[in-house]
């Protein structure tokens, strides 16, 4: 059987599209067949709530991922891990190593999204710092350990895309070829359909799908 990944889109600052990229990359997965689960265990309750909301007025999906609002990540986890071939853990953004160290506890792998500006790049690269010193422990204990990082709502030609670039190279720390733009059709997206749906972004989500496939070794 393929190993059960679990896997987190997460950041140390609200705004940076964590919620989003998660419903996204899971419903993509979901449409080729594979089983998913988001479990939505930020306070906020962004993916759950939107797709409650969703239902109510579409309908329940027929091939979307299974979303679920908990508070108890462990519990759900040892009682469904093995439903799914592929878990997303929708956490609280990363405010200290607490809560570093408890995302990192479920999680076999990380995706970072990174925005533009002085602050939130910073902010992006203070949590990789630290969340690379827990990944080494998880590897020290026979466990795989993955990060990557995403520039998410990038624009072309303006001098924080060179910071990421720097920073990305001085932390030894992949970031994806395939940015996500600053596009408004991104905003439609839900947690039922995919950017895939819609012509004006499809090919360039695509090409940052098959590029995180890849890099997580998602088959």
């Excluded at 239902?55 to 990540?73: Q, S, Y």
């Excluded at 939130?120 to 350990?145: C, H, N, P, T």
Aim: charged residues 30%; hydrophobic residues 40%; proline residues 3%.
């Amino acid at each position: 059987m393929e190993d059960i990944r679990i896997i987190s889109v997460c950041s140390q600052k609200g705004g940076s599209g964590k919620s989003a990229i998660t419903a996204w990359l899971a419903n993509s997965l979901c449409r080729e067949g594979k089983r998913v689960l988001v479990l939505d265990a930020d306070g906020q309750r962004t993916i759950a709530k939107l797709r409650g909301r969703e239902v109510d007025r579409l309908g329940e999906p027929e091939k979307a991922c299974e979303v679920m609002a908990t508070d108890d990540v462990a519990t759900v986890l040892d009682e469904r891990y093995e439903d799914f071939d592929v878990i997303f853990l929708d956490l609280p953004r990363m405010t200290g190593p607490d809560e570093a160290v408890m995302a990192l506890t479920f999680c076999d792998s990380i995706l970072v999204p990174i925005r533009l500006g002085d602050s939130d790049v910073l902010s992006a690269f203070e949590f990789i710092k630290a969340a690379k010193k827990m990944g080494d422990i998880r590897r020290e204990r026979g466990f795989d350990f993955n990060i990557f990082g995403v520039q998410n709502f990038r624009q072309p030609n303006l001098r924080e895309n060179n910071d990421i670039n720097r920073y990305a190279e001085m932390l030894d720390i992949t970031i994806f070829d395939n940015a996500l733009p600053n596009r408004a059709d991104f905003m439609r997206v839900g947690t039922i359909d995919c950017p895939s749906d819609y012509s004006s972004i499809a090919e360039v989500y695509k090409a940052f799908y098959q590029e995180f496939k890849q890099r997580y070794q998602i088959t």
